[in-house]
């Protein structure tokens, strides 16, 4: 069974930073596609990144150049690092994966977020102004 726990979450000014951390258990295939979302209030649920075994990323428009996804595979573990934080950032943040990704299927931010298996809790993130 997977599960995903999220954390770092909380609460930075606008120009902060925060890293969260995806913690992942049960996934055994090499052809996974890990996301990090984020819904806000109100508001439906937007990609923000994504990473494969092989460490290829994409990102959103809006978090490029300020968010960086990472992985440290001998700990089982996605992270997504948040620079430049600005109130528009306020969200909970939630990982998700696609444990096997499909033949010709991409790992990427247009995958929605239907297709991902599993999700984490989510992990709350307020940026003031």
């Known amino acids: 069974q997977v599960q995903l726990v999220e954390s770092g979450g909380g609460s930075v000014q606008a120009g902060g930073s925060l890293r969260l951390s995806c913690a992942a258990t049960g996934i055994t295939s090499s052809r996974y596609c890990i996301g990090w979302f984020r819904q806000a209030p109100g508001k439906e649920r937007e990609g923000v990144a994504t990473?494969?075994?092989?460490?290829?990323?994409t990102a959103a428009d809006s978090v490029k150049g300020r968010f960086t996804i990472s992985q440290d595979n001998a700990k089982n573990t996605a992270y997504l690092q948040m620079n430049s934080l600005k109130p528009e950032d306020t969200a909970m943040y939630y990982c998700?994966?696609?444990?096997?990704?499909?033949?010709?299927?991409?790992?990427?931010?247009?995958?929605?977020?239907?297709?991902?298996?599993?999700w984490g809790q989510g992990t709350q993130v307020t940026v003031s102004s």
């Open positions: 990473i494969t075994k092989a460490g290829q990323t």
């Open positions: 998700a994966v696609v444990p096997w990704l499909a033949y010709l299927t991409t790992c990427s931010i247009r995958l929605r977020p239907d297709q991902y298996n599993y």
